[in-house]
Antibody, heavy 116, light 108 residues
Framework: EVQLVQSGAEVKKPGESLKISCKGSGYSFTNHWIGWVRQMPGKGLEWMGIIYPSDSDTRYSPSFQGQVTISADMSITTAYLQWSSLRASDTAVYYC?????????WGQGALVTVSS | EIVLTQSPGTLSLSPGERATLSCRASQSVSSNYLAWYQQKPGQAPRLVIYGVSTRATGIPDKFSGSGSGTDFTLTINRLEPEDSAVYYCQQYGGSPWTFGQGTKVEIK
C-alpha cells in the first residue's frame, strides 16, 4: 500500500525559511513522480510542481517557479518543499502527492502558518 | 497547460437524486490520467475516482466516472446528505498537472 507521511504543522514569521517533508513507502519511490499541492484558506487546490527522484527532473507550475524549491532524497524516500523567505501569503495547507501508474496518492497535509 | 473547467459551479439536489458533474479539458488528457476528489470542510481531499473510471478503495459504487479525451463526468447516484462536498477533477498526465475549480454539491 502506498503511503505518504508528511511532517507536522509549522508556524513561522515572514522572512524565515522552511523545509517540509513527505516520506513515501509501499512503492518504488525512485521511479514515480511525486509533488506538492497548495490549498489556501477557503480556496481550491493548486498544483505546485513535481519531481522524478531517480534523475531529479523537476517541473514547476509557472505560478510557483522561483518561489519554492522541490527536492527529493532517494536514500530515505523523502520529498521536500522548501521556501527561502516566507510571506504571509504562503499560509496554507500543503499536500504531497505521488503518481503510481494511474493511481494517485496523497499525504495527510501540513498546515503552514506565516504570521508576525 | 491543460485547463480544466468544471460545471456547474454549484449543484443543489434532493436526497435520492442523481448528480452529474462535468469536467472539460482544454486539450486531450493523456493516458487516462484523470481523477476526481471529494473534499468536505476542514478535511483533506479524498480520492474518489482515478484513471477516469476506477473507484478508489472504500468508495461505494454509487460513484462512477466516465469520459475520454477532453470530456469527463462524475456521476453520483442516490444522493445522501453525506455526499455534500466540493468535488474537484484533476489531470495528472501532462505537466503541469492541473485541477478544476471545483463543483459544490449541496443536498437540499
Amino acid at each position: 500500500e502506498v503511503q505518504l507521511v508528511q511532517s507536522g504543522a509549522e508556524v513561522k514569521k515572514p522572512g524565515e525559511s522552511l523545509k517540509i517533508s513527505c516520506k513515501g513507502s509501499g512503492y518504488s519511490f525512485t521511479n514515480h513522480w511525486i509533488g506538492w499541492v497548495r490549498q489556501m484558506p477557503g480556496k481550491g487546490l493548486e498544483w505546485m510542481g513535481i519531481i522524478y527522484p531517480s534523475d531529479s527532473d523537476t517541473r514547476y507550475s509557472p505560478s510557483f517557479q522561483g518561489q519554492v524549491t522541490i527536492s527529493a532524497d532517494m536514500s530515505i524516500t523523502t520529498a521536500y518543499l522548501q521556501w527561502s523567505s516566507l510571506r504571509a501569503s504562503d499560509t496554507a495547507v500543503y499536500y504531497c502527492t505521488a503518481r503510481t501508474g494511474t493511481y494517485i496518492s496523497w499525504g495527510q497535509g501540513a498546515l503552514v502558518t506565516v504570521s508576525s | 497547460e491543460i485547463v480544466l473547467t468544471q460545471s456547474p459551479g454549484t449543484l443543489s439536489l434532493s436526497p435520492g437524486e442523481r448528480a452529474t458533474l462535468s469536467c472539460r479539458a482544454s486539450q486531450s488528457v493523456s493516458s487516462n490520467y484523470l481523477a476526481w476528489y471529494q473534499q468536505k470542510p476542514g478535511q483533506a481531499p479524498r480520492l474518489v475516482i482515478y484513471g477516469v473510471s476506477t473507484r478508489a478503495t472504500g468508495i461505494p459504487d454509487k460513484f462512477s466516472g466516465s469520459g475520454s479525451g477532453t470530456d469527463f463526468t462524475l456521476t453520483i447516484n442516490r444522493l445522501e446528505p453525506e455526499d455534500s462536498a466540493v468535488y474537484y477533477c484533476q489531470q495528472y498526465g501532462g505537466s503541469p498537472w492541473t485541477f478544476g475549480q471545483g463543483t459544490k454539491v449541496e443536498i437540499k
